[in-house]
């Protein structure tokens, strides 16, 4: 199983990003799907998650500016954050839900 992020780079701050995380080996359609973040210095933390029915759920600093989608036709999971800021520097990271499977990581950073 491997799952490839695409979408991070260089963003200015109040600007807007979109996550892309594909997967091969697995169909996502049988699963939740995350995205996770690290900054420099921290542990990684939760961002959103995508369920089966597409119930979504989101971490309270994300909440509200951003959008966590699935397109289990293309084994694609996506995460759209606008209104960035300095502290959304940091390596994205996509797992499926209920396993170990992780992408590895794009980082996003966000200038003033």
């Known amino acids: 199983v491997q799952l490839q992020a695409f979408g991070g780079g260089l963003v200015q701050a109040g600007g807007f990003l979109r996550l892309s995380c594909i997967t091969s080996?697995?169909?996502?359609?049988?699963?939740?799907m995350s995205w996770y973040r690290q900054a420099p210095g921290n542990q990684r933390v939760f961002v959103a998650t995508?369920?089966?029915?597409?119930?979504?759920d989101y971490a309270s600093f994300v909440k509200g500016r951003s959008t966590i989608s699935r397109d289990n036709d293309k084994n694609t999971v996506y995460l759209e954050m606008n209104h960035l800021s300095l502290e959304d520097t940091a390596v994205y990271y996509c797992?499926?839900?209920?396993?170990?499977?992780w992408g590895q990581g794009t980082l996003v950073t966000v200038s003033s």
């Open positions: 797992k499926v839900g209920g396993s170990n499977y």
């Open positions: 995508i369920g089966l029915t597409n119930f979504t």
């Open positions: 080996g697995l169909r996502i359609s049988g699963y939740p």
